[in-house]
């Protein structure tokens, strides 16, 4: 059956057709018809199973033979009978009602499942009777749970004559959709096997019979048929290859592919055809560009496999002259206009002897083009090709700019680097590869007149003064010299100077445009063509609320035209200070610079002078963390602290801070900077709030980093009265923490009482724990230190003071009196003293009354005793006080005869006193006497 949609009287089919359908229908009218209804809402009717009767009526049928003469009537009014297995079946009206009753009572929102099954294999068995194809398609199902399962069957193209599941009546249906997928009802689990004998149409064109319709995709399949040994089939394009060749009737076999679409095609050509070769081109196309005319050339290899060809189609666009075409064994070639787009012109290329392998073709072309007018660079198609790729190279002179305009399925190629200070003699270009054969590339000519190619670094510092402006410029004429360089600027930037080949020359500012002015540089000597010079030019800008300390500020970023300039590459470099926080917007034509530069905040790339942008800067704020080392003194009538507050800066910066003391501390006090460069340039203090005086130190630069802050407070104090120590706050600090040294004379007892900001007691800690201080040395001993953390704790000092005695510079540690009674009752005494002494001339010895001094020795030596009305003076040397213990030796009588008859002695030791240095006496104390 042979359908033309351009003709309705085409769409025919003959009288004994119609007579078998004729028979076919009456025996589905007597059929007994088994209709099962599914519930659920699916609003299905089961397809009558098989059918013995129409089974046998229909082998009948085709074992008749045609008649030797056909009418033909409209298909479009045999539709129904055409498809029969649509979702239906002849019933009376009382059964019709009476399912139509069944089924609503039945209607429900649950869904059958889907996903409980699993078809794993397919095998189709397919022959020809009359003018259909007959097909056995056994389906292999695995089922995983007991329970009532749809299975979709994605069938079209084909009508169903019958169906069974293991060898039963199969519940099948066409869906409610407008699809109408046939769907199978299955409720055991296991395996199933499914057979459905389906049935499609083969349609003549020509003497060739084709057939088209869908199996099931994704699923493992072998298609079976046989055929008569002269005919050849032909499966979606490809010839295939008979299993067995040996008798009259030749058996095809083929898998089915993933889509499962299949065409089939029996024919009795046994030609090869066309599409049975593999053809692979490889292309080369290059391009000569000159103002107003292209030449072109494509050099292609092919590689063909499979089947030979005699003859190649190729197709160039319209517009594109073919001057010649060369290739091994061309007979000739031919050209017309395309019949497939009319705005290309095929290339029809026949050879003496069909062409396999490898074989070359080269063909030439002009076209011309309008300056400054868009046009493609010409592709080349291959009918019937697989794959073609190649790639694409443009060459132009130096007299000539090309601007890509558009691009697709092609890449550009890296160029060749060639090395600092080497020219290359080639003309420029552009290389491009491509993956697709109907690539596009866009180009616009443009023919280059007196072309100054420049390289611009802009490189923009944001500082506490303004913003700052360094432009270098790398310059060159192509064509011709160079007499100066021009530059537009903003109007509020000042030019601060120029120089050219890092030597200094002149400018002129002229303002032709508001808000812009044109700076010209004029070079003492021309710049000769093709010959590179570098340009510097720095420029300031005073800015308005600068710098930003508690608001933002938005600012344009600076745009430097350089209007000499054909050829533009250009770099902008944003430097700021660290604690600013800059927020780029409104940027156009500004691409990222990929390249990462030190000490560099934002970097773009531009290619023209259009560029712009804006940025948003604000200060960021301040992290500070004040570490403070407090020493005190309780002098006599004063409470002396001395503070050294080291500063950390961990974000941020500062120029101003703001410094608490208790307000009973004096105004006069002077805070310094310790080891810094920066200084303190005013220092202002409030009125006191709330007990607490402010201070507010200025700077003259703004700080960051590390830095010591110093001062030192003296308060009145009162005898006797408990003091409480002042404490430094830092107002802009985050963290404050810190420690507390107490110093203490020797006369002193300081009784401390330090509590923390809870209550609690503050930590106590070594002396040696303590840090050093930069600018203070402590004049007494360390007698206490506490650790703080956090501002807003107490500390209590109560000072206690002892009276203070003179040290004596002579001092006994022992004094022993010997007394020898002689035979007449008379006493002799012996006095041994161990003394210390420092600094004494002698010392002054009054013995008991009437006593008499027979010898004196000092560290065993004789000395000269001088005696004076009351005493005996005795000299001590400066070499004998040298040592640590001296002793004196004294022998002297007593002159005094004891009682006659008394039992008892009783002596009075001598008196011993110091002569010091100044001749004054003082007493010498004795520790122990024997």
Request: aromatic content about 6%; some cysteine.
């Amino acid at each position: 059956m042979r359908w033309n949609k351009s003709s309705s009287a085409a769409n025919t089919i003959s009288v004994k057709r119609i007579r078998f359908l004729r028979r076919l229908i009456a025996g589905v009218f007597l059929l007994v018809a088994v209709v099962s209804v599914v519930p659920l809402g699916l609003n299905r009717i089961s397809l009558a199973a098989e059918n013995t009767t129409a089974k046998q009526s229909a082998t009948q049928t085709a074992s008749k033979k045609w008649p030797e003469t056909a009418v033909y009537l409209p298909l479009d009014q045999l539709d129904a009978i055409m498809s029969r297995d649509k979702s239906g079946v002849l019933l009376s009206r009382n059964e019709y009602d009476s399912l139509k009753k069944q089924a609503k009572q039945g209607t429900g929102d649950i869904d059958l499942p889907s996903s409980n099954t699993l078809i794993y294999a397919a095998d189709y068995q397919a022959k020809i009777v009359d003018r259909q194809l007959l097909i056995k398609a056994t389906l292999f199902i695995r089922q995983f749970r007991q329970q009532l399962t749809v299975i979709d069957l994605p069938f079209s193209g084909v009508a169903v004559e019958s169906a069974q599941l293991d060898q039963q009546p199969a519940m099948i249906a066409r869906a409610a959709s407008k699809t109408k997928m046939l769907q199978l009802f299955s409720q055991k689990s296991g395996e199933h096997q499914l057979v459905l004998q389906l049935s499609a149409p083969l349609n003549t064109v020509g003497s060739d019979q084709v057939s088209q319709f869908q199996l099931l995709p994704g699923v493992a399949s072998q298609f079976k048929i046989e055929l008569p040994r002269k005919q050849h089939l032909i499966v979606n394009e490809l010839k295939v290859k008979p299993a067995d060749t040996a008798g009259e009737v030749v058996s095809y076999e083929f898998p089915i592919g993933g889509t499962g679409q299949v065409v089939l095609k029996i024919t009795e050509q046994s030609r090869e055809q066309a599409n049975d070769s593999l053809i692979f081109a490889r292309s080369g196309i290059g391009v000569s560009v000159s103002p107003g005319k292209v030449a072109w050339q494509a050099q292609t290899t092919l590689s063909i496999f499979g089947q030979s060809l005699d003859q190649l189609v190729l197709s160039v666009p319209q517009n594109l002259e073919i001057i010649s075409v060369e290739s091994t064994g061309l007979e000739s070639w031919v050209l017309n206009d395309s019949m497939k787009d009319r705005r290309r012109t095929e290339i029809t290329l026949n050879y003496r002897q069909p062409v396999e392998g490898e074989r070359q073709i080269i063909c030439r072309g002009v076209m011309t083009t309008e300056a400054e007018d868009a046009w493609q660079v010409p592709n080349l198609l291959i009918e019937k090709v697989n794959s073609h790729v190649g790639s694409v190279l443009i060459r132009y002179p130096p007299g000539v700019r090309l601007q890509v305009e558009k691009m697709n399925d092609v890449r550009r190629k890296a160029m060749e680097v060639v090395p600092a200070g080497k020219r290359t003699t080639s003309d420029p270009g552009l290389d491009f590869d491509f993956w697709q054969q109907k690539f596009e590339i866009s180009l616009v000519t443009q023919e280059k007149r007196s072309e100054v190619q420049m390289a611009a670094s802009t490189v923009v510092d944001l500082n506490e003064q303004g913003m700052d402006l360094r432009l270098v410029t790398t310059v060159e004429s192509l064509f011709a010299p160079l007499f100066e360089f021009q530059m537009k600027i903003p109007a509020e930037w000042t030019i601060l100077g120029a120089s050219l080949q890092d030597q200094q020359i002149d400018w002129k500012e002229s303002s032709r445009e508001a808000g812009s002015k044109l700076v010209r540089l004029t070079f003492p000597q021309p710049l000769p063509a093709n010959q590179e010079a570098k340009v510097i030019v720095t420029a300031h800008r005073d800015l308005e609320n600068w710098p930003p300390e508690s608001e933002s500020q938005l600012l344009s970023i600076p745009q430097v035209e350089l209007p000499q300039a054909k050829i533009l590459e250009g770099s902008l470099i944003i430097n700021a200070d660290s604690d600013w926080d800059l927020v780029p917007s409104e940027l156009m034509n500004l691409e990222p610079l990929q390249e990462q530069i030190p000490q560099m905040r934002f970097g773009y790339q531009y290619q023209d002078n259009q560029y712009s942008g804006s940025l948003t800067i604000s200060r960021k704020p301040l992290q500070l963390v004040a570490h403070h080392l407090q020493y005190v003194r309780l002098d006599p009538t004063t409470l002396f602290s001395h503070f050294e507050t080291t500063l950390h800066v961990e974000r941020g910066s500062y120029r101003s801070l703001m410094v608490a003391l208790p307000e009973n501390v004096s105004q006069n006090l002077q805070f310094r900077l310790i080891n810094s460069a920066g200084k303190i340039l005013e220092q202002v203090a409030q009125e006191p709030k709330n007990g607490v005086r402010v201070w507010t130190l200025k700077m003259d630069r703004r700080l960051s980093g590390r830095q010591i802050l110093s001062v030192t407070v003296e308060q009145p104090r009162k005898k006797g009265e408990t003091v409480n120590v002042p404490q430094l706050q830092i107002m802009s600090a985050d963290r404050q923490y810190g420690e507390v040294a107490f110093e203490a004379e020797g006369d002193q007892r300081l009784k401390i009482k330090a509590t923390g900001i809870r209550g609690q007691s503050l930590t106590t800690i070594d002396a040696a724990e303590l840090p050093v201080p930069v600018a203070y040395q402590p004049r007494e001993r360390i007698v206490a230190a506490y650790r703080f953390v956090g501002i807003g704790h107490q500390i209590e000092v109560l000072e206690t003071r002892f009276d203070q005695t003179a040290v004596p510079t002579a001092i006994a540690q022992l004094m022993s009196l010997k007394s020898v009674i002689g035979p007449n009752r008379e006493v002799q005494n012996e006095v041994l003293l161990n003394f210390s002494a420092v600094g004494i001339q002698a010392l002054q010895v009054s013995l008991p009354e009437g006593a008499e001094l027979l010898s004196a020795l000092v560290q065993g030596a004789p000395v000269e005793v001088r005696k004076t009305e009351t005493a005996f003076i005795i000299p001590v040397t400066s070499d004998v006080q040298e040592h640590n213990v001296h002793t004196l030796q004294l022998l002297y009588d007593d002159n005094r005869v004891t009682t006659q008859g008394s039992t008892q002695l009783t002596q009075i030791p001598p008196r011993i006193a110091v002569v010091d240095g100044t001749g004054a006496i003082q007493p010498l104390m004795v520790l122990d006497q024997t």
